[in-house]
């Protein structure tokens, strides 16, 4: 009798464990999003990784800005990285130009924007050459629904934007650490 206790105890238990290993794995993103960490490395150098689930191959504008009192001094150069199969991109090193204070006190933007980074046909395909499927509901996004405010997504999603152009797009902003 109580080896079938102990028995019943561990199947309650192990099945416990991969019911619960099942739900973490069906958590998803109920929309499309951008993580970006960005860090001083060395002199006026500064690195930056991510992570996205955009699809893989989606390309992504770095570029940073130093705070000005209640607005932006002019962006540096941007600097365009692929995801990989796995959502991310590793450190990417960008140089300041010089006179670029301390980097602490800038800020780094990642972007995904159809228009930027020459993105490939397999990107566009997904997310529609104007982002237009960047929103939560899979499904285009009309002029009518962009003059109304409705946007489909924008709601659910506080990094989804829309641009002059028609251009939809996602974008993380990250104090430069160190």
Request: proline residues 7%; aromatic residues 10%.
């Amino acid at each position: 009798m109580t080896f079938k206790w102990i028995t019943a105890a561990w199947a309650l238990c192990c099945l416990g464990s991969i019911a619960s290993a099942q739900q973490q794995k069906q958590l998803t993103a109920p929309t499309y999003y951008i993580a970006v960490e960005a860090q001083h490395s060395y002199d006026n150098v500064i690195r930056v990784r991510g992570a996205s689930n955009l699809p893989p191959g989606a390309k992504i504008s770095l570029q940073f800005f130093l705070p000005n009192d209640q607005a932006w001094k002019e962006p540096g150069q941007s600097v365009c990285v692929a995801l990989d199969s796995n959502g991310l991109f590793d450190w990417r090193e960008m140089s300041l130009p010089s006179g670029v204070p301390y980097p602490r006190d800038l800020f780094v933007t990642a972007t995904f924007l159809p228009n930027e980074c020459k993105q490939n046909a397999q990107v566009l395909k997904v997310l529609g050459t104007h982002g237009q499927y960047l929103g939560h509901d899979n499904r285009p996004v009309t002029m009518d629904e962009v003059s109304m405010g409705m946007t489909p997504g924008m709601q659910a999603n506080p990094q989804l934007f829309q641009i002059s152009g028609w251009y939809f797009g996602i974008s993380a902003l990250a104090r430069v650490e160190g």
